[in-house]
């Protein structure tokens, strides 16, 4: 069932618009009927070949998703979602499996091409054909909703880390993702993260034995591909006693005029000693200067700090999606675990932001930092909201939060919206919050010194988020510099 | 050579500079001196390009090109630098990443090859040296918690980088103590040359007897009422505004 083909035309016409990587790649696509019903999901588990206990746990979800509602407490606002409107199901047409990029459809590298990949990891997708030279980022690429190529297995394996596609996972270790799946976001958590659960059709799998420090830095480029088609990715990252994995995700998408729902899960355990760093630059299609079109990204993303002295940190710089609804959260139950939260918000035109973290403080001495910079242009809306949450026995916890907006122009808003809930007397909850225009006196300073007036922003904007981006991986700190200025683009004057 | 030629100008409707004629020629650096409220502010603002300004006549030719048009950056790009009196902080901006990109914006419109980090360095390294400041300067964020002297000597060690070809210095000298004075001082003569000229607006004479004027003009209530060379300046600490004729607005 090929469906989707598209011509130049498409690419050229998408190209030429505002939005940098709106392209559309031509790869023959197997895509499911609209529709969401049991059947649905019988063919997704039966396409990925997947044990029976899956399929279960997939029609559990899915009846649990049936009885909940869509959240509406977010401050977004969007015109009702169809879910029967929606293809489930879309993968590259099947072939062998690819063995080196060679058997790569050379349509998906130059996809990679035009999605700007850095440099150095284009290096490693041809270093895949080539020797094998110094790396140290591997990609797990998810092309639509199934993975295509991955790469530097090896390597990982040799230090014994686990690193492929969620579907993979299931087949090659099955008991280590029924172990963990859905033991931090249940399958009926929520609304959005039970649609997962029932319709999920990849995302990656990241298993990091006792003791072993991650050898490179692990990245996955998302991408909505085909029309119509939610993405629903789902990820599960395990990092064992003493070990350490840095895992950073990226994304772009096509340009679109109708909406498209992605509702990704993703899930984080660390055992005592353990440290997960999970970096994410989101950048879906955000819709059109008037607020047409644009992704809707509602994404739960948690993590679970089981063990002592285990350590999760969340940093994100989100400037894509028409709406972004999403609350990176860590559970910290170990005794001294640490959590963190560094993030960059920016809304620009008619983008709806309402994205935080939750913090939830079991364990005594547990501690977490909750860095949080909005940025909002345009008529866009900008929405803080974080929870902090001392249990009884979080004796002597402690919570550092700091949220700051900026505003560019006067059509935009901001709103802090925190939750803090303190039930045991020995724990610290700080929360400071600001908000502030970028100054004229500031923009003049700057030009009279001979910036442009946009050069200007990114200057003020870059050095508004400083505190962020410094927690980024290198090669992601520039590349969402960069995105910054991308997005921020005539927002002034 | 910057020529004004019957400026007036004001803001939200009130009338601040009232024609103002004032030329100032390759090499030479002015003073003008004035009460409180006489107009000096609104007068280097104008020529720096602030918004909100309301120009009703006259014109300010820089080089013969029409100054009242261009951008801000236009005019850095051209060689007109602003020593503001109240510098602005930029958080989370380093002071080295600061003047490294505004100095390539500058090289970039002009057509100049840009720095690179060392050749950078290398340049704000011999600035500070020149202005007895320490290397830290650089790594600090753009007039983030310093002094009323730091930021002032700040503007001065970006003077001494974008090496403009004609300075305006909003009282550059106050709330400076006497050394700090001096070091600015040096960094202007320092600069001084048939390519440079300047325009140093004051309130006190203590700077001019640091940097000397080739001209002073004493500015009342939006004009020009006294020209004269670097004596003029000493007059005014003896009789006061009021003894030449400049009572204030």
């Known amino acids: ?493 | 050579m910057l020529e004004i030629r019957g400026l007036r100008a004001g803001i939200n409707g009130q009338e601040i500079l009232r024609g103002i004629d004032l030329v100032v020629p390759e090499g030479e650096v002015h003073a003008i001196m004035g009460p409180n409220g006489s107009g000096k502010s609104t007068l280097s603002y104008i020529l720096a390009g602030r918004e909100g300004y309301e120009v009703s006549a006259g014109e300010i030719l820089f080089d013969g090109r029409d100054v009242l048009v261009m951008t801000p950056e236009e005019r850095a790009v051209a060689g007109l630098f602003l020593a503001f009196q109240y510098p602005v902080e930029l958080p989370g901006v380093g002071n080295a990443n600061f003047l490294r990109t505004a100095l390539n914006a500058l090289r970039r419109a002009r057509g100049e090859t840009e720095l690179d980090a060392v050749q950078f360095l290398k340049r704000a390294r011999a600035a500070l040296k020149a202005l007895m400041m320490p290397d830290d300067m650089l790594k600090r964020n753009v007039n983030v918690g310093f002094s009323g002297g730091e930021k002032k000597r700040n503007e001065v060690l970006q003077m001494a980088i974008l090496r403009p070809r004609f300075a305006i210095l909003d009282e550059t000298d106050s709330g400076l103590d006497i050394d700090a004075l001096k070091i600015v001082a040096e960094g202007v003569n320092a600069l001084r040359g048939p390519d440079f000229s300047a325009l140093v607006i004051t309130h006190y004479q203590r700077l001019l007897d640091h940097i000397v004027p080739d001209r002073v003009h004493v500015l009342a209530a939006g004009r020009i009422v006294r020209s004269g060379g670097p004596e003029l300046a000493r007059a005014l600490e003896e009789s006061g505004y009021a003894g030449v004729g400049a009572e204030a607005a």
């Open chain 1, 1 to 493: 069932m090929a469906a989707v083909t598209e011509t130049l035309d498409t690419v050229q016409a998408a190209t030429q618009s505002g939005y940098k990587w709106g392209f559309e790649t031509a790869i023959e696509m197997d895509i499911a009927p609209k529709g969401l019903n049991e059947d649905t999901i019988r063919l997704i588990s039966a396409r990925k070949q997947e044990p029976a206990w899956l399929l279960e746990w997939r029609l559990k979800a899915f009846a649990a998703w049936r009885e909940t509602t869509e959240p509406h407490w977010a401050r977004v606002a969007h015109p009702p979602i169809d879910y029967q409107d929606i293809h489930y199901y879309a993968a590259p047409k099947p072939k062998p499996g690819p063995k080196s990029l060679d058997e790569v459809d050379p349509e998906l590298l130059r996809t990679y091409e035009k999605l700007g990949i850095p440099l150095k990891e284009r290096a490693i997708l041809a270093g895949v054909e080539g020797a094998g030279t110094e790396q140290n980022v591997a990609i797990d690429a998810v092309f639509d909703s199934v993975s295509v190529a991955t790469t530097f297995r090896e390597t990982l394996a040799k230090a014994g880390v686990i690193f492929c596609p969620i579907s993979e996972a299931v087949r090659e270790h099955p008991e280590l993702v029924r172990k963990y799946l859905g033991s931090v976001v249940p399958a009926g958590d929520n609304f959005f993260a039970a649609l997962n659960s029932a319709v999920f059709t990849d995302g990656s799998f990241v298993f990091v034995p006792k003791g072993v420090r991650c050898p490179m830095e692990l990245s996955t480029y998302f991408r909505i591909n085909a029309r119509n088609t939610g993405q629903f990715e789902r990820t599960l990252i395990i990092a064992e006693e003493g070990a350490y994995v840095s895992y950073l995700e990226g994304c772009t998408a096509p340009q679109r005029d109708e909406n498209q729902l992605h509702a990704a899960v993703v899930e984080l355990v660390a055992f005592d000693d353990a440290r997960i760093k999970y970096s994410t630059v989101q950048n879906w299609y955000p819709g059109n200067a008037e607020g047409k079109g644009g992704i809707y990204n509602f994404v739960t993303k948690r993590g679970a700090c089981r063990g002592a002295r285990s350590k999760i940190s969340w940093t994100q710089v989100e400037t894509g999606s028409a709406i972004t609804w999403k609350y990176p959260s860590c559970i910290l139950q170990g005794e001294g675990s640490v959590g963190e939260f560094y993030s960059v918000a920016v809304t620009n035109n008619h983008q709806q932001a309402d994205t935080g973290t939750k913090m939830i403080h079991i364990g005594a001495n547990t501690r977490s930092t909750i860095i949080s910079k909005g940025i909002s242009a345009g008529h866009s809306n900008n929405t803080y909201r974080g929870l902090v949450r001392m249990m009884p026995k979080a004796a002597g916890a402690r919570n550092y939060t700091q949220c700051d907006s900026l505003l560019i122009g006067d059509q935009c808003g901001a709103h802090t919206v925190p939750y803090i809930e303190s039930r045991n007397p020995t724990a610290r909850v700080e929360h400071e919050a600001t908000t502030s225009k970028i100054a004229e006196d500031q923009l003049f300073y700057c030009r009279s010194r001979g910036l442009s007036q946009e050069d200007a922003v990114n200057l003020i904007v870059n050095g508004f988020c400083k505190d962020v981006l410094k927690e980024l991986p290198m090669e992601f700190a520039v590349e969402a510099q960069k995105l910054l200025a991308v997005s921020l683009e005539g927002s002034v004057g």
